[in-house]
């Protein structure tokens, strides 16, 4: 079993950048494939990105593709989502999650492991 812990969550302008950390506790960080997910207000949560075990492969959501990173710190047990030039509608609560499995997936349902999330807010 692994815990999840987000931080880095905050209020930033338009245009502006933040980088969200998930800490996980455990020894067997590196056999997860790690992922974003965010809950906006009256909707579903929805994927961000994901990466591989290695760190070797990523994969990203459309609305972010090109804005965000995902990327991995196996030695500090840590996942990472720098988010760039974010938009008022980038507004939700982010939650990273861990999944046993070999492939990265997009789907809430197949993640095992959730954070409590944390709100990140962008005005216009």
């Known amino acids: 079993q692994v815990q999840l812990a987000e931080s880095g969550g905050g209020l930033e302008q338009a245009g502006g950048s933040l980088r969200l950390s998930c800490a996980a506790s455990?020894?067997?960080?590196?056999?997860?494939?790690m992922g974003w997910f965010r809950q906006a207000p009256g909707k579903e949560r929805e994927f961000v990105a994901a990466?591989?075990?290695?760190?070797?492969?990523?994969y990203y959501a459309d609305s972010v593709k090109g804005r965000f990173t995902i990327s991995r710190d196996n030695a500090k047990n840590t996942v990472y989502l720098q988010m760039n030039s974010m938009r008022p509608e980038d507004t939700a609560v982010y939650y990273c999650?861990?999944?046993?499995?070999?492939?990265?997936?997009?789907?809430?349902?197949?993640?095992?492991?959730w954070g409590q999330g944390t709100q990140v807010t962008v005005s216009s």
């Open positions: 990466i591989s075990r290695s760190g070797g492969s990523t």
């Open positions: 999650a861990a999944d046993r499995g070999l492939t990265i997936s997009r789907r809430v349902t197949t993640y095992d492991y």
């Open positions: 455990g020894r067997t960080f590196s056999s997860y494939t």
